[in-house]
């Protein structure tokens, strides 16, 4: 029922900033939590940072005064903002729904690869 696509990753420098963006189509928008996560080559899928429907926003300790995840019900997009960036950022950053007015229902968007590197 809904579909979420990621886009803004590539190659950035250490130090250097990138904002990715999400893109939400076939619900509610207002209804969902939205999450980035993120998973480094050989290592465990990691939350990096969560916005309520309310707009309340939860960030993991590596994310933390780094990151800023924000949502635009409008546009039915939701962001992260990423600067100071780190070679252990390296990643494919994935978006993810929860919740939406029948559920609670999950979704994963596609990833989008995030290479932070001089």
């Known amino acids: 029922q809904v579909q979420l696509v990621e886009s803004g990753g590539g190659l950035v420098q250490p130090g250097g900033s990138l904002r990715l963006s999400c893109a939400a189509s076939g619900g509610i928008f207002r209804f969902y939590a939205m999450k980035w996560y993120r998973q480094a080559h050989g290592k465990q899928r990691e939350l990096v940072a969560s916005?309520?429907?309310?707009?309340?926003?939860v960030y993991a300790d590596s994310a933390q005064g780094r990151f800023i995840i924000s949502r635009d019900n409008a546009k039915m997009t939701v962001y992260l903002q990423m600067s100071s960036l780190k070679p252990e950022d390296t990643a494919v950053y994935y978006c993810?729904?929860?919740?939406?007015?029948?559920?609670?229902?999950?979704?994963w968007g596609q990833g989008t690869q995030v290479t932070v590197s001089s």
């Open positions: 916005i309520t429907s309310g707009g309340s926003t």
């Open positions: 993810y729904a929860w919740g939406g007015p029948v559920g609670p229902s999950e979704y």
